[in-house]
């Protein structure tokens, strides 16, 4: 079965940077668009980035200017370089998939583990 695995979370202090990545593993056919999702304990998780293997990409408001996704359709893969973060930043990231074309057939909104970011003041 198709997993996606995150990757680059951390500690890092306010102004900083961290570079994410998400790969999905296994028999694929296609994935035309990927994204980042984060949460924080209590609230719902909350989109970050999406894009589509055109690429096309779509952001946040509170992200735009800062944080950059990139997308790797051959190899599955995309990535948040995240830059000038701020402590509202702070969150678990989520890779998300949302149709994944696989050998076994279509699977939906699929999710990784989640990577914690912390940004401290």
């Known amino acids: 079965q198709v997993q996606l695995v995150e990757s680059g979370g951390g500690l890092v202090q306010a102004g900083g940077s961290l570079e994410l990545s998400c790969t999905a593993s296994?028999?694929?056919?296609?994935?035309?668009?990927m994204g980042w999702y984060r949460q924080t304990p209590g609230k719902q998780r909350e989109l970050v980035a999406t894009?589509?293997?055109?690429?096309?990409?779509n952001y946040a408001d509170s992200v735009k200017g800062r944080f950059t996704i990139f997308i790797d359709s051959a190899k599955h893969t995309v990535s948040l370089q995240m830059n000038s973060l701020k402590p509202e930043d702070t969150a678990v990231y989520y890779c998300?998939?949302?149709?994944?074309?696989?050998?076994?057939?279509?699977?939906?909104?699929?999710w990784g583990q989640g990577t914690q970011v912390t940004v401290s003041s």
């Open positions: 998300n998939a949302p149709i994944v074309a696989t050998n076994r057939g279509i699977q939906y909104d699929l």
């Open positions: 296994g028999i694929i056919f296609s994935i035309n668009q």
């Open positions: 894009i589509t293997s055109g690429p096309d990409a």
